[in-house]
C-alpha cells in the first residue's frame, strides 16, 4: 500500500489589510487575496522569548470568496489550506508562496475562541 502525500497548512493570526477581491480573466470566476499575520514564539539560545512575525498570502476562489468580503482588517482567524507555489512571472522564473484557503474560521475577540455565530465553513 503505498501512502499519498499530505499537503495541509492548519494557521491562525490577524487578517493584515482589507480582503481583496477580483475575477480571473477568462471564465470570471471570483477570487480573493488577503494577507495573513502569524507571530512565531519561541524561546531563543539564551533563553528570552522572541518573537517573528510572519506575513502569509492567502487565496480563495469562487463561492468562498463571499464569506470572506464580511471580513476586516484586524479580524483574527484560523485557516486550514493546501501551501501553493506558484509561477508569478515567465520571463524571471518569480514564485509566490501562498496557502490555498479550504476553510476558514473566525475567531471571536475574547480569549481566541472561535465564535459558532460567525464560523466561516467550507466542510
Keep these: 500500500m503505498q501512502l499519498s502525500d499530505m499537503n495541509t497548512i492548519v494557521l491562525s493570526g490577524t487578517l493584515q489589510g482589507p480582503p481583496q477581491v477580483h475575477t480571473l480573466p477568462g471564465d470570471n470566476a471570483p477570487v ?13 539560545a539564551s533563553c528570552e522569548l522572541e518573537e517573528r512575525p510572519n506575513l502569509i498570502n492567502l487565496v480563495l476562489y469562487k463561492d468562498k470568496t463571499q464569506l470572506a468580503a ?6 483574527r482567524i484560523v485557516v486550514e489550506g493546501e501551501l501553493t507555489i506558484r509561477s508569478t512571472s515567465r520571463t524571471t522564473n518569480s514564485t509566490t508562496t501562498e496557502v490555498t484557503v479550504q476553510n476558514l474560521y473566525q475567531l ?4 481566541g475562541t472561535i465564535a ?6 467550507w466542510g
Excluded: I, W
Excluded at 471571536?108 to 480569549?111: E, L
Design 32 to 44: 480573493c487575496h488577503m494577507k495573513l499575520l502569524s507571530v512565531r514564539r519561541f524561546l531563543n
Design 70 to 75: 464580511s471580513l476586516t482588517t484586524g479580524d
Design 108 to 111: 471571536s475577540p475574547q480569549a
Design 116 to 121: 459558532t455565530n460567525e464560523v466561516l465553513n
